[in-house]
């Protein structure tokens, strides 16, 4: 499975972004994925996480009710949702997907990743 986040950019505090992670390979469905962020001179850090089916999610304590993690099977595609940004939402957003099934929140648990997209809120 290779994987292309996009989506990122700077915002102002309080706004918005949809960041979109492309997968390749007609396997997609079977994987659980999961976004992972990472600021600058800090360890990457989990953000959310959604089965293969999409029946269950988690999320960070720290983005509870601001971010959204959602998947369109169909198109390949996993999204995050990211609203009421804030400054310390500042980082590199990597998405990635493991072949468990079950909503991972560790990052060596997951087999491929993407390549990283860039998010910085300004305050």
């Known amino acids: 499975v290779q994987l292309q986040a996009s989506g990122g950019g700077l915002v102002q505090a309080g706004g918005s972004l949809r960041l979109s992670c492309a997968a390749s390979?007609?396997?997609?469905?079977?994987?659980?994925m999961g976004w992972f962020r990472q600021a600058p001179g800090k360890e990457r850090e989990f953000v959310a996480s959604?089965?293969?089916?999409?029946?269950?999610?988690y999320y960070a304590d720290s983005v509870k009710g601001r971010f959204t993690i959602s998947r369109d099977n169909a198109k390949n595609i996993v999204y995050l949702q990211i609203n009421s940004l804030k400054p310390e939402d500042t980082a590199v957003y990597y998405c990635?997907?493991?072949?468990?099934?079950?909503?991972?929140?560790?990052?060596?648990?997951?087999?491929?990743w993407g390549q990283g997209t860039q998010v910085t809120v300004s305050s």
């Open positions: 990635a997907a493991t072949r468990l099934l079950r909503a991972v929140i560790t990052d060596a648990s997951y087999d491929y």
């Open positions: 390979g007609r396997t997609f469905s079977s994987y659980s």
């Open positions: 959604i089965t293969w089916s999409a029946y269950r999610t």
